[in-house]
T-cell receptor
Framework: DGGITQSPKYLFRKEGQNVTLSCEQN?????MYWYRQDPGQGLRLIYY???????QKGDIAEGYSVSREKKESFPLTVTSAQKNPTAFYLC??????????FGQGTRLTVV | GQSLEQPSEVTAVEGAIVQINCTYQTSGFYGLSWYQQHDGGAPTFLSY????GLEETGRFSSFLSRSDSYGYLLLQELQMKDSASYFCAVRASGSARQLTFGSGTQLTVLP
């Protein structure tokens, strides 16, 4: 079945650690996105990519990094520079940017 | 950049009709989409408008007026399961396919 897979579902990070969230899609979509969602809030764009080896910063890119070495994969690294990383992280993909398909999300907690 | 405004909360009774409005500002506009998100879940796509007018999909309809930078989602025959957050999202024009979300409208359906 086609879809987007995010892993892990829950992730705990110690202060000062970098962690990487995985996002894989087999929908053959060119565009991929990372969003952050805080409780009761909307989706804020972190990074997006339209093709392999190319990506752009969104509204809240500071403290995050991404790579797009393969069309299917768009991992997000939350670095120690991100001072408040506890949030729900959502990955999405799209052909045109009109209809986007989301993974089930990763809940990151700083311990 | 892009910005979107939608009401934070809407309450309606089962069987009623509710309209959720969305106004947007963007440097370049390609289309407006709508997503539903239940508590703890990932957003799911509902509807997309690239041209002016009404798009109907079952009980849900979406409207766009490009000249007014305005759209709405219309939910008919409300059911309890429609209680969720609803987000509008704008895709900017150009090849970057940036997809920016509004802050969401929490819909509560009462019996």
């Amino acid at each position: 079945d086609g879809g987007i897979t995010q892993s892990p579902k829950y992730l705990f990070r110690k202060e000062g650690q970098n962690v990487t969230l995985s996002c894989e899609q087999n929908l053959n979509h060119d565009a991929m996105y990372w969003y952050r969602q805080d409780p009761g809030q909307g989706l804020r764009l972190i990074y997006y990519s339209q093709i392999v080896n190319d990506f752009q910063k969104g509204d809240i890119a500071e403290g995050y990094s991404v790579s797009r070495e393969k069309k299917e994969s768009f991992p997000l690294t939350v670095t120690s520079a991100q001072k408040n990383p506890t949030a729900f992280y959502l990955c999405a993909s799209s052909i045109t940017g009109g209809e986007a398909f989301f993974g089930q999300g990763t809940r990151l907690t700083v311990v | 950049g892009q910005s979107l405004e939608q009401p934070s909360e809407v309450t309606a009774v089962e069987g009623a009709i509710v309209q959720i409005n969305c106004t947007y500002q963007t440097s370049g506009f390609y289309g407006l989409s709508w997503y539903q998100q239940h508590d703890g879940g990932a957003p799911t796509f509902l509807s997309y408008n690239a041209l002016d007018g009404l798009e109907e999909t079952g009980r849900f309809s979406s409207f766009l007026s490009r000249s007014d930078s305005y759209g709405y989602l219309l939910l008919q025959e409300l059911q309890m399961k429609d209680s969720a957050s609803y987000f509008c999202a704008v895709r900017a024009s150009g090849s970057a396919r940036q997809l920016t979300f509004g802050s969401g409208t929490q819909l509560t359906v009462l019996p």
